[in-house]
């Protein structure tokens, strides 16, 4: 999951709507739970503690991320069910953690929570959050809520995602100029999915440099190389 550039502060507003473009220019036309590129159009300004929960929060800056529709449908009717209490301090959150150490990918298109988190604590942190945006549901599991409108499999986009990332690397190996870096990025950019191009791209450092930089991941979760350092707060993954 990729860790965000979080919006604190900012105007007024009379709509949390309108908090949109400040958070696309931040974060990037992509959905901060399931990492996909989404068209403004069908981003939803989507609220970190729900606003009927905490309605003095409904127009506070830093209560907003960006999210498609299926992941803050799905993570609304979860955070119903007696999920509220406590969510930011017991769930790794985008832009509180450095996520993208949190969970492993493969290439089936399947996300599990990785095996390197400093505790138990974190991870059972990181399964809370797979579990709150439905990051691991398959057909059979989207089935069970099709009175919500999410038959979104994720787990089949992903798998397509890493197969286009590794034609994109077999082409990179081939012909590791500046050219075909600009092609791969916009493919990854049209693509979505920050985490495969970054999994599948592991062994190229300036191309993951600059994959940080195009999906406008948050530059203090990596370092000079593109390698992922410690969270930026509360040392939580």
Not at 64 to 81: D, I, V
Not at 85 to 100: K, S, V
Not at 174 to 203: H, K, R, Y
Request: proline share 4%; net charge positive.
């Amino acid at each position: 999951m990729r860790p965000v550039n979080h919006v604190d502060t900012g105007v007024a507003l009379t709509s949390h709507k309108d908090a949109k473009p400040n958070l696309i220019h931040s974060m990037g036309e992509f959905c901060a739970y399931c990492e996909r590129a989404t068209e403004a159009i069908n981003l939803d300004v989507e609220h970190i503690k729900p606003q009927k929960a905490h309605s003095r929060l409904a127009l506070t800056w830093g209560n907003f991320l960006l999210a498609c529709t299926s992941c803050n449908t799905y993570k609304r009717h979860y955070q119903a069910a007696n999920r509220q209490a406590g969510i930011l301090r017991n769930q790794a959150w985008p832009h509180l953690d450095n996520t993208f150490s949190a969970y492993c990918y493969d290439q089936n298109g399947l996300i599990t929570v990785s095996a390197g988190l400093t505790s138990l604590q974190h991870e059972q942190m990181a399964q809370r959050t797979l579990e709150m945006a439905g990051l691991d549901r398959t057909p059979s599991v989207a089935a069970n809520y099709k009175e919500l409108g999410l038959v979104y499999d994720i787990v089949s986009r992903r798998k397509k995602a890493w197969e286009k990332a590794q034609i994109a690397l077999a082409a990179y190996q081939q012909n590791p100029t500046d050219i075909q870096c600009q092609s791969i990025l916009g493919q990854a950019e049209e693509t979505g999915f920050f985490s495969i191009w970054m999994s599948v791209f592991s062994a190229h450092a300036s191309v993951k440099c600059e994959l940080v930089r195009i999906f406008k991941a948050s530059p203090n979760c990596f370092d000079h190389v593109g390698n992922p350092l410690n969270p930026r707060k509360a040392q939580r993954i």
